[in-house]
């Protein structure tokens, strides 16, 4: 395991070890992440430590995987570029962190996912009514931490995450409205990927900044980089819904296919004309009439698989994921900071374009 700078400590990568710095995030946001879901009322707080994977169903102590923890880090170097302390970032990342998982807990429940993080999901476990309940609680308790700071910046870093999360709701309202659509735009599926996944990612990149007192401009251009990496990012976990390995997923094979979901690779292929692209909606627009579809075989899915990629939609898609990478990066150089900073964003970004799961 990578040494983890102190909390007190700027960031000192000089060729960045983008391990140690998801590693500075979550050893930084994960025990006031903790002493934060303490507060809930049993059994929410059980449930949570489930969803988290501090525990196992059975209440007994696990160390699950908590996911990739790219929120936190961004958070926690926002902070660096307005000249604060790491730490002064913490409270940014935990709220960004509760409501990124208030969304996964809801998300699962309304779209049937049975795994997550290579376990049994909450409503799966705990039911529906739990799913949401704890849901709603880590929402509150998300405004709650930033709120109780009391400062000027902290009221600001409230309004931008509660900007980021009205966002983040309207791509979810838009992403189960288009698996009941024949077709879906090119344009029209940016614009929910970019609310559904974006604007957190904004809301990360910038947080840690505004609670170190830097101005709108400085954090308005950090939502600029975070914006287009969360543009890369789910352009990433399309493919990865698709051809992931169920083994470092932690999801079903074709799992995005199995949805109905319009995608980017799906849209892109849709939209790209030529006989695998008239082929692959007449089949879609079967399968959305088709009473077995929940029986499809493997051999079935895969063949609508290969289908997206020969009309182009696996290469389009990659191609779009280095394409808001290079935006993302673009960005930053309108804000002033350490070059070490910089280099910490830039390897974040490289880290959310290649990365396996």
């Known amino acids: 395991m990578p040494t983890v700078p102190p909390a007190t400590e700027a960031a000192r990568w000089t060729t960045v070890d983008v391990t140690a710095l998801l590693e500075r995030g979550r050893t930084l946001a994960t025990p006031v992440l ?45 902070a660096e570029v307005a000249g604060a302390a790491p730490r002064v970032g913490v409270p940014g990342a935990v709220a960004v962190e509760l409501v990124h998982n208030f969304s996964l807990l809801h998300d699962d429940l309304m779209d049937g996912d049975e795994q997550r993080r290579h376990r049994d999901t909450v409503w799966k476990v705990h039911g529906p009514a739990q799913a949401i309940l704890v849901g709603d609680a880590l929402f509150a308790l998300a405004y709650e931490v930033l709120l109780e700071l009391g400062s000027v910046d902290a009221g600001r870093a409230a309004r931008r995450l509660t900007r980021a999360t009205r966002a983040l709701i309207d791509g979810q309202a838009q992403d189960i409205s288009y698996e009941h659509r024949d077709r879906v735009s090119v344009e029209e599926c940016l ?77 892109a292929a849709l939209a790209a004309g ?39 939609g696996r290469e389009w898609t990659a191609e779009e994921a280095r394409r808001q990478h290079t935006i993302a990066l673009e960005a930053l150089g309108a804000v002033d900071m350490p070059d070490q900073v910089r280099d910490g964003f830039t390897a974040l970004a490289d880290f959310v374009v290649v990365r396996k799961r």
């Not at 789910?234 to 999801?251: E, N």
């Not at 929940?294 to 990629?309: G, K, V």
């Open 34 to 78: 903790k002493a934060v879901v303490d507060r809930l009322a049993s059994p929410m707080d059980t449930v949570a430590a489930y969803h988290f994977g501090w525990i196992d169903a059975h209440g007994n102590p696990a160390d699950g995987d908590g996911g990739k923890a790219v929120r936190p880090a961004l958070a926690v170097l926002s």
């Open 191 to 267: 614009e929910m990927e970019g609310n559904k996944t974006g604007a957190l990612l904004a809301a990360a990149s910038s947080i840690g900044a505004v609670l170190g007192g830097a101005d709108d401009r400085t954090a308005d251009t950090l939502e600029i980089y975070g914006h287009h990496l969360g543009l890369a990012f789910q352009a990433v976990d399309d493919l990865l819904g698709i051809w992931g390995d169920p083994g470092s997923t932690g999801k079903q094979t074709w799992s995005d296919l199995r949805q109905r979901k319009k995608s980017l690779p799906v849209v």
């Open 274 to 312: 030529g006989p695998a692209s008239e082929r692959l909606g007449e089949i879609l627009a079967a399968d959305a009439k088709s009473s077995d579809f929940e029986n499809f075989s493997e051999e079935e899915f895969a063949a609508r698989a290969a289908l997206i990629e020969e009309a182009g």
